[in-house]
């Protein structure tokens, strides 16, 4: 089966209609609901969510008990976590991600694959 490596943002999307681009985030989470591809995640993902669901609460997106909510919905979806690289992993690779002028997003991506190798 397919993966695809998530962000936490596009997580909290799937429980807030508020956010932009929640419609196309839950479409992705329909693919994957429907076995289409699983989850890859990085080691920090539950503090991910907490702190996207927390800034939602905040905003007035969620009530106080809906934000409980989708974090234990967030929390209970199947998902695949990478651990975290070595400090001198993380190093080599955010000195490749300058030299390319990558973003942190693809730098995510660079570790999930150098770890599921």
Excluded at 49 to 60: E, H, L, P, Q, T
Excluded at 65 to 94: F, W
Excluded at 97 to 105: A, V
Aim: glycine fraction near 6%; charged fraction near 20%; charge should be positive.
């Amino acid at each position: 089966m397919p993966s695809l490596v998530v962000d936490a943002n596009v997580a909290v999307k799937w429980l807030n209609p508020h956010e932009v681009l929640a419609d196309k985030a839950s479409a992705l989470y329909a693919d994957y609901a429907q076995g289409q591809f699983s989850l890859i995640v990085p080691a920090f993902w539950d503090y991910e969510i907490v702190n996207g669901v927390n800034k939602a609460v905040a905003r007035g997106d969620l009530t106080e008990q809906g934000g409980h909510d989708a974090i234990a919905l967030l929390l209970a979806v199947r998902t695949h976590k990478v651990p975290l690289p070595s400090a001198q992993q993380s190093y080599e690779l955010a000195r490749r991600s300058m030299r390319w002028r990558l973003g942190p997003r693809v730098v995510r991506r660079m570790v999930a694959h150098v770890r599921l190798r």
